[in-house]
């Protein structure tokens, strides 16, 4: 039996019933952007289902440690993750969508009353992930010229001029081209 599929007990059936879980779930490699992030140990999770009438509603976190490169000197780094578990799940199709909810926002129970963990907690970790992992906000990152990595020491190059960072204007070939007036 997987971990991370619950089935779903008889009483939660009965509307202002909750039951918790919890276990752990292996993700090898999750991909954000351009970056991946490595769970080399198990991610642990815990879950309160509770029954609100018409749907299920699952609540929860999941935690572990996830290590990528930073995205300056490619250096690895490690840091703790902890992401909020949310999801809503119809009791049957033909129940109503919530008014205030988009579609995206909720599930439908499946027939065989199995809830997924493991999507629920990719998603939350995916957003507890930086736009831009970094070693440290003072890393300096690698020269462009000779790749060495500018926080173990200078490497000697000469530094780039103020020319070199602005980008050539992609219009500029046109200054000189015969345009026929009218």
Same mark, same amino acid.
């Given at each position: 039996?997987?971990?991370?599929? @619950? ?16 276990? /752990?779930? +292996? ?19 815990? @879950?309160? @289902? ?10 929860? +976190?999941? /935690? ?20 909020? @578990? ?71 190059? /000469? ?24």
């Amino acid at each position: 039996m997987d971990a991370t599929r @619950i089935h779903v007990p008889l009483e939660l059936f009965t509307p202002a019933e909750s039951a918790h879980f919890e276990g /752990e779930l +292996t993700v090898p490699v999750v991909k954000s952007g351009p970056d991946l992030y490595d769970f080399s140990a198990p991610l642990s999770w815990q @879950i309160d @289902i509770s029954n609100t009438g018409d749907a299920l509603l699952v609540t929860g +976190t999941v /935690e572990g440690e996830a290590k990528t490169a930073c995205a300056r000197c490619l250096d690895s780094i490690a840091f703790p993750v902890t992401g909020e @578990i949310e999801g809503y799940f119809l009791l049957s199709s033909e129940e109503a969508a919530p008014e205030d909810m988009d579609e995206d926002e909720f599930d439908v129970l499946s027939e065989d009353k199995v809830i997924d963990v493991e999507p629920l907690a990719t998603a939350a970790l995916l957003l507890e992930f930086p736009l831009v992992p970094l070693c440290d906000d003072e890393c300096k990152g690698l020269c462009s010229t000779c790749g060495a990595n500018l926080n173990e020491g200078s490497c000697g190059c /000469e530094p780039a001029s103020d020319e070199d960072d602005v980008p050539p204007n992609p219009f500029a070939v046109l200054k000189d081209f015969p345009f026929e007036e009218k």
